[in-house]
């Protein structure tokens, strides 16, 4: 065995009181090797312990200034209270926490009535972790309802084709992995330079009796562009009309875009008001406005989710529905979704997000004026602003150079390739949230035209065209599906 290391034995030589005057970092103590890939024997102090993590963490960057990621970097001060004050809890203990349980109720409802779901079809839904899981569960309500008819409907599940999933090669992670881990074949409909979004005139050619439901995307991950649901719910139920055995249904992954377009574009119809979109996702941690980990997945109504997905557990002597697969989580997340749904109310969350819309779109405006960027995305729909090099550009460096030089000023901007198809198109990406304010928006205009100036006089560029630059903010980790498939693997810095 390794000789541990012992910080306990220095402070045993001292008496109590210098123990306790010792300035933490002039400590023996503070000396000691935080432990790496074994324990310590002796335990640490709570003091020394906690300043040392604080300081190890404080230099993997400022989540403000990272640019890359659509998860929240800002709760107010109450709010993290009020999270904090309920980190025991467990949220599926139900029956032990009636009124934890109650609160997330009232999400389901709320998110529910915010997309229209109408009360006697029964609408149902859950917390999730985020929606990874949820769009895992939206997933297995399609294939699990997709079984059922093509059984009923004589099509035979086991020994001809696998079922099929259609959605846009703009997909985020998580619908590879449901499609891998449920043996489900992924019908990729390509996004192309005149469709950053699913192609409406392509995507019925890939519908069959095997296809168990169409997912259509609002916020594309790369660009944050909306797929255009009300069509599709058109072409859908024109098929339905001649498919009455086997109709297809949609699910919606909002991840970022189902909490930005009912404040902002409430006209806009994408969700329960159309007929054939039977379940919705999203990250409550994206424009939820709640720190990770929660997502919410909400179904229309009793027939859309089959009975497989429900488990019945104990809640205040009768018993209530789960559909989550996570089972112990801590309340938190679903309490601090609770306080900014109540907190902000409608105009709150409006005005929060136009005002970070607004700021978004000064960036595009500026990027623009810069007379070098094609704009793929200025902000029309969530505030994702997302540029690429002009082809008559005529400039030494690429969107990576840029991305390097940025860093030194904080920014993390990535730049990354376009899913398959559009490999060739390399883009940045800024998404903007509702701690980007105006002044740090001014201020990154600033770095980016000091950055292009330093780089066109640069004698010697850097020259990374490699793509992938691993920061600490890299949360989207090396997934399990994309190993050896070197465009999933340069794409995975827009999967967040
Ligand atoms: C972020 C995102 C996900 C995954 O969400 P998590 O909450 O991070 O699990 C899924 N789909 C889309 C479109 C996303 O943007």
Known sequence: MKERTSTSAVLDAMDEETKYLTPIFGSEASDAQMPRTQMND???????????????????????????????????????????????????DKDEYP????????????????WHADPDEEPMGTST????????????????????LAKDAGVDIYTSQRPNLVISSGY??????????????????????????LNMDTVMDYVDDHTIGITAILGITYTGKYDDVKKLDELVEAYNQEHPKLPIRIHVDGASGSMVAPFVDPDLEWDFRLKNVWSINTSGHKYGLVYPGIGWVIWRGKEALPEDLIFWVSYLGGEEATMAINFSRSASQIVGQYYVLMRNGFEGFREIHLRTLDVARYLAEELKGMGIFDIYE??????????????????EWSLYDLSDRLRMSGWL????????????????????RQDFSMQLA??????VKKEIDTLSKARFVTGNTQGVINTGFNHGGRSAVDKGDEVQTQAKTAQK
């Open 42 to 92: 002796e335990p640490v102090e709570p003091r020394i312990a906690y300043e040392m993590i604080k300081e190890y963490l404080s230099i993997e960057g400022n989540a403000t200034q990272n640019l890359t990621t659509f998860c929240q970097t800002y709760m107010e001060p109450m709010a993290t209270r009020i999270m904090s004050e309920v980190m025991e809890k467990n949220a599926i």
């Open 99 to 114: 009124m934890t349980a109650d609160l997330e109720n009232r999400c389901v409802a709320m998110i529910a009535d915010l």
């Open 129 to 148: 972790v985020g929606s990874s899981e949820a769009c895992m569960l939206g997933g297995l309500g399609m294939l699990f309802r997709w079984k059922k």
């Open 172 to 197: 985020q992670v998580c619908w590879e992995k449901f499609c891998r881990y449920w043996d489900i074949e992924m019908r990729l409909v390509p996004l192309e330079k005149d469709h950053l979004s």
């Open 378 to 395: 200025d902000a029309s729909n969530i505030p994702i602003v997302c540029w690429g090099l002009k082809d008559d550009a005529n400039v």
């Open 413 to 432: 901007v990535p730049a990354y390739p376009m899913p398959a198809n559009l490999q060739d198109v390399v883009v940045q990406r800024v998404v903007a």
């Open 442 to 447: 001014i201020k990154l205009v600033e770095d």
